[in-house]
């Protein structure tokens, strides 16, 4: 036992080799004869005691050799918390970072659900969505200044919505009018002449288009139609 006073620190390596690349070092050394693939070499414990003044382990840090092949030996860090000691977050050979997964495939692996608060950046990179079902992805294309949102469509993704970042001007739909949109709102449907459908939940469906002085009123109401000024079925109307 290093050290039985309360508060101040317990132990200290200290280094006095001033020119050294590195600073004090704590080797923590297994030598086996017959090692093997995932044994452990060795764990940083955190111990306290409960509310019984029994002792307790919090949390610790394992080092494991997850390959041991003379050339291509690798190893991996597990970091365990809660009461039965369970594994909470693990650093691959790779340098993944995986929580809530024992087999991290990117740079940060997330099981489970996350929380930020704050910004999240992407810098030149997609957000993608995934299931068994298909997939989804939002592109971030800095060289053309586009956001686009793609679906999976019989395994091709599929362009379904455009931003063009230049002007806001959105496109929908997957060919050049789509991924090009030069008005505000631009809608395109390869398979149909229908492009665009509107649904009231009245009677009544209205849509409304202004100038910078004047509303226009498209209405359909049961088997009539009329256009104008008027915001109901008029005479006045077309």
Known sequence: ????????????????????ASGPQLNLKRSSASPADND??????????????????FARISAIMNDVTDATEDGSLWCSTSGSISEAMR???????????????????????AKVTGDLQVEGGDIEFNQSSGQARIRNLLQDTYMRFQV??????????????????????????????????????????????????????????KDDDTDVYVIAEGSKMSLGAANSLSSTNL
């Open 1 to 20: 036992v290093l050290g039985n006073v309360q508060g101040g620190d317990q132990a200290i390596i200290e280094s006095n080799n001033g020119g050294g």
């Open 40 to 57: 452990p070499i060795g764990m940083l414990k955190f111990t306290g005691s409960n509310s019984a003044l029994a002792e307790h382990e």
């Open 91 to 113: 650093i691959d050979s790779a340098g993944n970072v995986g929580i809530g997964t024992t087999s991290p495939s990117r740079p940060l692996h997330v099981v489970g659900h």
């Open 152 to 209: 999976n469509v019989g395994g091709t993704q599929t362009n379904a919505l455009n931003i063009r970042g230049n002007n806001g001007f959105v496109g929908i739909g997957s060919t050049s009018t789509g991924t090009s949109p030069v008005y505000p709102l631009d809608v395109y449907n390869v398979t149909a002449a229908t492009v665009a459908r509107f649904t009231s939940g009245n009677n009544r469906a209205r849509i409304n288009i």
